[in-house]
């Protein structure tokens, strides 16, 4: 397991706290800053953290700020990342078996280093339920699906494609030119190709 770690000014010290923990027990993680108390934006920090684990490079990551709400709203914004708020140890459990959270936030004006470490502790130790829960996080990404990237023509096409539609019923469906679909497919056909 490796994990992506960073904080603010306002959770510098508590990040810190985090690592020492980690250190002691073995676990691998990559420090994405802040590297003191001297003011910075939050947001500059939770990104990275957020796209390092949706891109799978880290399995899990952990960001501190003063509250850890900052950090929270920042870091869900980039899809896939369920970035849960935890100031005690029963939210940091709950938060991976039944949301299945890829990241921890916490606060340093909110708790104390020795909760800290126990709320890490627990919430790496936990694991997602799935069953039930895993309906309820898929309905969570239909969510983001809806509200993320629109979908373009384009992408239309390429759905219906994928769904077995030839050209022809689809410059139909969409009363679209049929020469514009038959490019917009034999790219899409070249790139499929290509990933192979």
């Known amino acids: 397991m490796r994990i992506a770690l960073a904080a603010d000014h306002g959770g510098f010290r508590l990040k810190e706290e985090v690592i020492s923990f980690l250190q002691e027990n073995g676990i691998a993680y990559h420090d994405f800053g802040t590297y003191s108390e001297e003011a910075v934006d939050y947001p500059d920090f939770a990104l990275p953290v957020a ?81 039930r829960h895993a309906r309820r996080v898929a309905k969570i990404a239909e969510i983001e699906k809806k509200y993320g990237k629109r979908e373009t023509k384009s992408d239309i096409m390429r759905r219906m494609f994928d769904q077995g539609m030839t050209v022809a019923q689809i410059a139909k469906e969409l009363n ?18 290509a990933q192979k």
Request: with cysteine.
């Open 51 to 131: 796209e390092a684990v949706r891109s799978g490079e880290y399995q899990l990551g952990i960001l501190c700020c003063g509250t850890g709400i900052g950090v929270a709203i920042a870091a869900n914004k980039v899809p896939g990342i369920r970035a849960a708020l935890c100031h005690d140890t029963f939210s940091a459990r709950a938060s991976r078996e039944h949301n299945d959270a890829n990241i921890l936030t916490m606060g340093q004006r909110v708790i104390g280093p020795g909760l800290a470490r126990e709320i890490v502790r627990v919430w790496l130790a936990s694991q997602f339920a799935g069953g």
């Open 176 to 193: 679209a030119n049929y020469a514009f679909v038959y490019g917009v497919i034999k790219r899409y056909k070249e790139e499929l190709e």
